[in-house]
């Protein structure tokens, strides 16, 4: 089945350092990659989409130059939170859309990675 | 503006019990519905996937239905075991600004009691 990773599941950072997250499809080849991020207790908000070799859309309130998105191939999308704050303290998750999937829009799924625990110290 | 709501918010019931949670959404114009599963301190698991043409979807000892008219869903366990224990998670994908996208509600963390 198809799979997404995330790396690492687990990070530490000082305040106003920087962060990068990996997110990959491992057995498919993905268009398209999505980054949420998730609160405690919370739901799952979408950040932003990210499309293979173009530049990612943001959803409103998200800051584009704090979460940097490059999709710069098929298999692998990487966020960075820059100058990181402890307010950036969050659970993100990726997740990717199979690119061979031509079925039409809502009958295929988007696969889940495992998740990042990002703590700001 | 799609908003998808859970209820109730958390469940905590013995085990063998049949269960039901509850979805709602408030813009019928969604593509599919799925139900997730997300363990403390992991990713999500795909439950059931529900496209906005059919009525419902049943894996095991799961079932989850779709009344897009009256926009809700509901996912039904069977015969509830302690491994259920988890946040179950409902989203909509909606198509918006040229894009689809994958509304969330905040979930139901559901307890069973051995």
């Known amino acids: 089945g198809a799979v997404v990773s995330q790396h690492p599941s687990r990070v530490i950072c000082k305040s106003g350092t920087s962060v990068k997250i990996e997110c990959r499809s491992l057995d498919f080849q993905a268009t398209t990659m999505f980054w949420y991020r998730q609160f405690p207790k919370q739901s799952l908000m979408l950040m932003a989409t990210s499309n293979e070799g173009s530049k990612a859309t943001y959803e409103q309130g998200v800051e584009k130059d704090k979460f940097l998105i490059n999709h710069a191939s098929l298999t692998l999308s990487t966020l960075t939170v820059t100058s990181a704050h402890p307010e950036d303290s969050s659970f993100y998750i990726c997740s990717a859309r199979d690119r061979t999937d031509r079925t039409p829009l809502g009958t295929y799924e988007q696969y889940f990675g495992p998740g990042t625990r990002l703590t700001v110290t | 503006k799609q908003e998808v709501t859970q209820i109730p918010a958390a469940l905590s019931v013995p085990e063998g019990e049949n269960l039901v949670l509850n979805c709602s959404f408030t813009?019928?114009?969604?593509?599919?519905l799925q139900w997730f599963r997300q363990d403390p301190g992991k990713g999500l698991t795909s439950l059931l996937l529900?496209?906005?043409?059919?009525r419902e979807q049943t894996s095991g000892r799961l079932n989850a239905s779709l009344d897009k008219s009256s926009g809700r869903s509901t996912l039904y366990i069977a015969a509830s075991q302690p491994g259920d224990s988890a946040t179950y998670l409902c989203a909509v994908l909606i198509y918006m600004n040229r894009d689809d996208k994958i509304i969330f509600g905040k979930g139901t963390r559901l307890h069973i009691l051995p």
């Open positions: 813009d019928s114009a969604i593509y599919n």
């Open positions: 529900i496209q906005s043409s059919q």
